[in-house]
């Protein structure tokens, strides 16, 4: 664990691209996020487009959010900062704005409920599809530090999660690494969408 | 902004290959214009395919839509001209023509409207998803002139609008750079898939 | 129009490609035509995998079907000789097997009607969206020479017919070049999709 | 069939590699194998990602399934043995876990019937669309012989089997070489998405 600031930088810069690539941030959408050490957050700068970041689109805030460099980190730094107070291994956050995690999160109030998938075994501490994941879903509000309690009060009362909602906004999620967390993405994302399409898809 | 009608043309020529590879100007549909100067406009010729564009496809009108060249513009050249003349900093139009801008132009009536959709914000002077914008749909008519003042009626009455639908034909948006019109195709896009998928997909 | 049959025997590979990496010849499924000559034509053999063909899977037939160099041309043969002899402009037919096109062979009886889409003027002889365009739906048949009849008749009935659909099985459409008859496959399927939305979409 | 391991595993390497690409196989889902010998299985490694396959992730098991090398093999390896010993010539057997696997296996029970569809034609054997091909639907289980009982005896009471659904899980296929395995993919995935669509689209 003795990478530098510039290796995680260039993690997040290439998992800006795959997240691009599969159309999960569209426009200017989305934020990431790597924890170096215990009071050094490398974020991405404000406004950038996630597809074409450099490592110079990349920052350092503190554990309280305040800027290393004066540049203005992503708005919702407080989420990031949030989830890792809470879990101590997580290493990497990742937000994007899905077609599908957008959808879902507008047509399934409170909570998005996965059961009797093989593909929940893609989450730590899960190994059968016989158990119930549940995702909540928070109404959108550009006030972050009063969203942020929202998501608090529900961790508290939920500990096993592993990704969350806000409303026509997109999905949270983490993992130890870049690989953990695009990988708890992809998983979300396949998920959303069997979700949805079941919705669509009358049974005969 | 000392840009040649080179570079405007090789720009247009670029955003015509991002077009095409995602599907929005299928065929010879759609077409590019930019702004060089008050009087002179960088327009595709007519009948073009986008996707596979040189910047001999593209050619010059001036302010009333003739042709510097003998060339024949696109049929719609006065739908991009009266955008030109309402928005001094406009100097990109688009008119794309995807599948979904054409479904959901023939699926819903008069306008489109957005709300509660954190992506609004990438358009200028949006700040927050607790908002409304609204694209207004046109019957579709091979009269340009006569759709044109439809339009402008339209704009008018609503100053605040960021692009329109033609029913059955597609969208047209702009910005003050191929970078930034784009940027709004790729939000409407995302915004129309939305809705559609919304109006398919049954809450539970 | 002095291409010799290495020539167009290229082109219906490159079509192979194009078709192919669009999902539109699954499998082993299509097949390809060019008219050299009004004896001569170039087909794909019988079996071949449409998107991996080199110019040896291409063979000769005569304008009776009848091989020239012993091998077993694709079993749809006489479907496109048929449009041959009716069309002397025609010198390219393009048979595929989309999704789209299977979906809507089984899910509409008789007839697809296209009715105010722009690009219905992406056909020849059509300038306005302001038309009705009809794709009639013909039930699959392993008899060659049986559905060739039933073609036949319906054409005889509706000399304005830019392509078919067999139910279950595909489209067949045409045009002078592999250009133009790729523009036709291309723009039948954004129709078919389009088609289909509609009926997933319900307006509100 | 003078094939070293090296030579399958190259195989499965691509195969992994082309199902990927396909959103086949997400997160860690799916395996793949290869029989070189009657007694000896080229199987991949627990928990690897089938995009990113190299040879070093393909194992050697017996036809009991009894690792060669000391590594731990696919989970699932009793499903693909029984199917080896089932079938003499299947040298192939992939499993995947598309979304449109996953969505049909959990929207029927019991079997997906497929019907008038040309493409039935790619399964061996089969030469018509006038055809019943039935794919059956298991209940998932984390109990590999207990679920594999239940394959045993549907095959037993039903000899012509192409391929399986497990629920919420995938589908298992098999050939006689990677190619014709990847073919019946490639069948299957098009015929379980005409399923699906077909329930969400309504006919007039």
């Known amino acids: 664990m003795q990478r530098t600031f510039e290796d995680w930088a260039l993690e997040l810069v290439k998992a800006g691209q795959i997240l691009y690539a599969q159309g999960m941030v569209p426009v200017t959408s989305g934020n990431l996020s790597a924890r170096l050490a215990p009071d050094s957050i490398a974020i991405t700068v404000s406004g950038t487009h996630k597809g074409h970041l450099t490592t110079a689109d990349i920052m350092q805030v503190d554990a309280a959010g305040v800027s290393r460099d004066g540049r203005r980190p992503s708005a919702e730094t407080g989420l990031h900062l949030q989830l890792y107070r809470r879990f101590p291994d997580t290493h990497v956050v990742l937000h994007h704005h899905s077609l599908y995690a957008t959808l879902i999160s507008q047509s399934i109030q409170d909570r998005v409920v996965f059961e009797n998938y093989e593909l929940l075994k893609a989450f730590p501490g899960i190994d059968t599809h016989a158990t119930r994941l549940e995702a909540p ?66 049974p005969p």
Request: charged share 25%.
């Open 137 to 202: 879903v928070f109404v959108n509000d550009q006030d972050i530090p009063r969203l942020a309690e929202k998501v608090e009060a529900y961790m508290d009362a939920h500990p096993r999660i592993h990704g969350y909602l806000i409303s026509g906004h997109g999905l949270y999620t983490w993992g130890d690494s870049v690989e953990t967390a695009l990988k708890h993405v992809e998983a979300f994302e396949f998920l959303f969408k069997c979700e949805l399409m079941k919705r669509g898809v009358s």
